[in-house]
């Protein structure tokens, strides 16, 4: 899972990362309010491929 910023925009949502998702950077989880899935066999999401994501906050 990655860190990332959810916004809605024309009735659609978006996600995009935080920043470098490394385990001991707090910055990229403080900014974060969903967790974006990405599975094991995916080397790379490219803009515009739909993903799962898990909201933190509203």
Same mark, same amino acid.
Not at 21 to 50: F, K, R, W
């Given at each position: 899972? +990655?860190?990332?910023?959810?916004?809605? *925009?024309? /009735? *659609?949502?978006?996600?995009?990362?935080?920043?470098? *998702? /490394?385990?001991?950077?707090?910055?990229?989880? =403080?900014?974060?309010? =969903?967790? =974006?899935?990405?599975?094991?066999?995916?080397?790379?999401?490219?803009?515009?491929?739909?993903?799962? +994501?898990?909201?933190?906050?509203?």
């Amino acid at each position: 899972m +990655c860190r990332a910023i959810l916004t809605e *925009q024309d /009735g *659609q949502y978006h996600a995009s990362l935080t920043g470098p *998702q /490394g385990s001991g950077i707090l910055t990229s989880m =403080a900014l974060a309010n =969903a967790l =974006a899935v990405v599975p094991e066999d995916v080397a790379a999401i490219e803009p515009g491929d739909e993903v799962t +994501c898990f909201i933190l906050s509203p």
